[in-house]
């Protein structure tokens, strides 16, 4: 199952539109999952209609439609990976011991992926309880970075795996 990961589109204030190349990464996944800052319910809409299936929270710049209609968790299994997504962790420093205590091993529903944004740099690490941290960046809001991005993964036999880093440069 090949995934797409995005965050912090910031539509319409970042970027008018999503770059082509966005859309057709959409049009080739199975699962989209979006990290939060949306910022407007078009997108959300949009990105609903053209993808195969999606998965996505709110963040902290989407206002309280986009809140009631998705959440400020969501959690997904693919193909017996479970998928947890959330908008913010908090800072770097910490990060791996936060996110393994909220969705570790050790909790209720433990995931095995956290996909998680708000920072807009990208970052890939494995907490010391084994859950994959991810976070896609942002394909319109580049912050301190030299291009946007998004995150491409597949998904088969329970594993993750082939997470790349794609630039989307404007």
Do not use: F, Q, Y
């Given at each position: 199952m090949r995934?797409?990961?995005?965050?912090d589109t910031h539509l319409p204030l970042r970027a008018k539109v999503l770059q082509p190349q966005v859309w057709e990464l959409v049009e080739q996944a199975d699962l989209v999952i979006h990290a939060g800052d949306?910022?407007?319910?078009?997108?959300?809409d949009e990105l609903s209609s053209r993808s195969?299936?999606?998965v996505g929270v709110a963040g902290n710049n989407d206002g309280p439609e986009l809140h009631a209609r998705l959440g400020e968790v969501a959690r997904v299994e693919v193909d017996g990976?479970?998928?947890?997504?959330i908008h913010e962790t908090g800072a770097a420093a910490g990060r791996e011991r936060r996110c393994d205590a909220q969705f570790g091993a050790s909790v209720d529903a433990p995931a095995d992926v956290l996909v998680f944004g708000h920072s807009h740099i990208p970052w890939d690490s494995t907490t010391p309880g084994g859950l994959r941290l991810l976070n896609p960046g942002s394909p319109t809001d580049r912050r301190r970075q030299p291009v946007g991005t998004v995150m491409t993964a597949e998904v088969s036999g329970g594993r993750l795996h082939s997470v790349e880093l794609v630039p989307?440069?404007?």
């Open positions: 995934l797409l990961l995005l965050s949306w910022v407007d319910v078009a997108t959300l195969r299936r999606l990976v479970r998928i947890a997504v989307t440069p404007r």
